[in-house]
């Protein structure tokens, strides 16, 4: 049986009852929900207790952490190698059931190594890894955004925790998480899930002004830098090796265009 679980605010009913919808359309009957922690209903202060200090991050998108690390505890205390997660504003593509979804969790089962996989494409897809089927391959990948819907085997969920706890990032630094913890990201070649445009964020569209964009990325470079600092001179050697073949990556991508 599948193992998943969607990210939803229990008072929407209407939205939930859309989720149940769009998740019968690939094959997914009994729907699984995790109660999102909608901090936009709680105080600064009782928000704030649970990042460091001087954050960065809006009262959405530490609210959208806490939900995903209340999954992650939960997951750990069970026996699953993975779960997936996704968000209330998921739409499937044609391409995406429920058997397909079972294929590739049956492949990261098999994985020992901290790996988070995107059901969507990801930045930078660098090699093809595994072929689901004529259409599917996961990729391994520098990087990429957004956690509309993805994979965590227990290893990832270990790492993110701790990297995490206080909260000091977006939950979808996964750029982070692979350097600072040497966590694996891999991605899909096609779009399985894409985010829904008619859905209202709640994670704060204030965090894009430019009067707040370059404080923000100066306190997250910072928060960064603070734990990056703290690596042994290996683990500081193989960040290094990573950010040097993205580089490269990027520029031989740009070049040959």
Known sequence: MLNYTIISDALNRDRRESIKDIFKGIGINEISFTEAIMATRMSDIEVYSHTIENSF?????????????????TFLNSEEKSIIIFEEDVLFTEMCNIHVLEQIVNVIDTIEAPVVVALQKGA?????????NNEISIFSSYKFYSTVGYIINRAAAKIILEIQTPIRFEMDAFEYYCWLGDLQLYCLNENLVIQNPEFDSVIGDERFLPSKWRERMEKRDKIYNDLYKRLSIMKKLQVGIKHFRRVLYERVKRYTR
């Open 57 to 73: 991050l809006t009262k959405g998108e530490v609210g959208c952490v806490l939900s995903h690390k209340k999954i992650y505890e």
């Open 124 to 132: 930078y897809n660098k090699k093809e890894r595994f072929r689901i």
